[in-house]
């Protein structure tokens, strides 16, 4: 199994869309409150304008095994490239007035060591109680006695879902996929004044 967590292994699964986040779409997001990895505490249903939350199973740190049969998982292997994928388009999303905010079940004190290394300019949100789960039915996967959730990417435009993107393959493309969408579908002063960066 290949360890490079920058590189996608050329002989992944393809996760196949098998209907677990069909009714997401037009939904309202839940009101609720998650920590993010700069210590804030964020309820996505409040926040006005356009965001995109990718949501992803975990991600791996250098010198750390992965779980047991991680790439033969369709849509497990891939967090951090696709979290690099959203880092180098963040510009041109920002641009667009749409924010970015990724969320897995890991706590935010590990998410913290991923922003930092990879030099992401926006915040992790932590579901570690898959709380979303719950309330809106997120679709979730378990390894080695973990439950994590699948991954999928939402555009939410005022505390409404407008897109779902499920499944997401291949993840390194995924903020690609994003911005297509965006430029076709939105205006992009469709969610008010450009948003301010999630860090510095």
Known sequence: MSTNLLELPKDLPRPVDDGAASHLHGIDFPRLTL????????????LPGRLVIYIYPMTGRPGVPLPAGWDSIPGARGCTPQSCNFRDHYAELQALNTSVFGLSTQTS???????????????????????LRQMLGLPTFTVT?????????????NGRIQK????VFPPDQSANEVLAWI???ARPDAAGDTPKPARP
Request: net charge negative.
């Open 183 to 185: 430029r076709h579908n």
């Open 35 to 46: 920590p993010a990895t700069n210590g804030a505490i964020v309820d996505v249903a409040a």
């Open 164 to 167: 779902v993107f499920y499944p």
């Open 145 to 157: 006695g973990n439950e994590l959730y699948k991954r999928l990417t939402l555009v939410v435009e």
């Open 109 to 131: 004190d590990y998410q913290k060591e991923v922003r930092d290394r990879l030099d992401l300019p926006f915040e992790l949100l932590s579901d570690s109680e898959l709380r």
